[in-house]
């Protein structure tokens, strides 16, 4: 009697549960925004920045999320068709970034860096494509033997494997260039900065090709995904791979062919990132791939507008928000961080919503 009595309150309890533990998270998420205001509020009153300084900041941010969204594009692909997080595509990126590295030094050596603006040109094109390459190589040889044959397994495996295939091409990059910094150095296409009127505000011509660059592949990546009979097959297979291959989709290529477009994404992000940062270390990609899992999972993970929108606002965040708050500069990565625990807490599915399947939902 006791035993039906219990189980009859169960329900009840659960909702009660439920009920306070949905209002005690909701109370916590506004108790730090009000303490972040607060923060913010008194910074500005302590401390006046002229306004070319936010302008500034705030173009450097975007910039900085142009970088991370080639990346963030790359790990929303491979998590919409395998459910997995590939934490190696960080590396992936940093391998792209030394091979337009050295394919600058060639060019440099040939005396096209500050060479006309033809050569100039010339030599981005052939540093991107490099990078892209080494990274797509890459990418392909890690789903091959370290992703495939654990595709059956459960979720944590290739998890764990994916771990570990990052530190594996950490560490061979340092046996491969050694520990020093490899300094990028500009083309003089893009080297300088563009003076907006008489605001005394200027922009790098790098961050205005960064960015433009940035949105032109996100744009080819959406006419990929959605215009084109590759792009079909990937949302078959994203949906229900054992359907897809009924259907006749050949799964493997689709999986592959996945790993080939975010990774040459990657490879694109890591030479815009040693344009960016004019430097890279055998250890560049460990951060950024991370604040680009933060942005694809603050825009939703599995959704291509999402990870973009992400990794912009990720940007803009750690650009400004040490100044906001009243911080060293050191704290950005603190701050990139702390959104991603917050969106976790407080929004699991992101800004735009996770890309679900009907399968997993």
Do not use: C
């Not at 972040?36 to 999320?65: D, K």
């Amino acid at each position: 009697m006791h035993t039906t009595e219990t189980k009859d309150r169960l329900p009840l309890f659960n909702k009660i549960y439920s009920y306070i533990s949905e209002n005690a998270i909701r109370a916590f998420g506004l108790l730090i925004v009000a303490l972040i205001i607060w923060r913010i509020i008194v910074v500005a009153g302590e401390r006046s920045f002229p306004l070319q300084y936010w302008a500034l900041q705030l173009t450097n941010g975007l910039i900085l999320g142009g970088v991370y969204s080639m990346v963030a594009l790359g790990y929303t692909l491979v998590y919409g068709i395998l459910f997995m997080i590939n934490f190696a595509h960080g590396e992936v990126m940093m391998m792209g970034g030394f091979a337009g590295f050295f394919v600058l030094q060639a060019t440099n050596a040939l005396g096209w860096t500050n060479g006309t603006t033809f050569q100039s040109m010339l030599t981005i094109l052939l540093m991107m494509l490099a990078g892209m390459i080494v990274s797509v190589i890459t990418a392909v040889l890690l789903e091959r033997l370290a992703y495939r044959p654990l595709r059956t397994a459960p979720r944590l495996v290739p998890l764990i494997s994916a771990i570990g295939a990052s530190f594996f091409l950490q560490y061979t990059a340092l046996i491969l260039f050694g520990a020093l910094p490899h300094n990028y150095r500009k083309p003089a296409v893009i080297n300088g900065l563009l003076k907006v009127g008489e605001t005394g505000f200027s922009i790098t011509y790098t961050g205005i090709f960064i960015f433009i660059v940035a949105i032109l592949l996100m744009i080819v990546l959406q006419l990929i995904v959605h215009r084109t009979k590759m792009g079909r097959a990937m949302r078959a297979v994203a949906e229900d791979k054992e359907v897809a291959r009924l259907m006749g989709v050949d799964v493997d290529r689709v999986i592959v062919f996945t790993f080939v477009l975010g990774s040459a994404l990657a490879g694109a992000g890591g030479v815009m990132f040693g344009l960016h940062n004019t430097v890279m270390r055998f250890n560049t990609g460990f951060i950024p791939g991370l604040k680009a899992f933060t942005a694809a999972v603050l825009g939703g993970i599995g959704n291509l507008p999402g990870a973009m929108l992400g990794s912009l606002l990720l940007g803009v965040l750690e650009a400004l928000g040490p100044s906001a708050l009243g911080v060293p500069t050191e704290y950005k990565d603190v701050i990139a961080f702390s959104v991603l625990v917050l969106v976790l807490m407080f929004r699991p599915t992101g800004l735009l919503g996770e890309v679900l399947t009907e399968k997993k939902a």
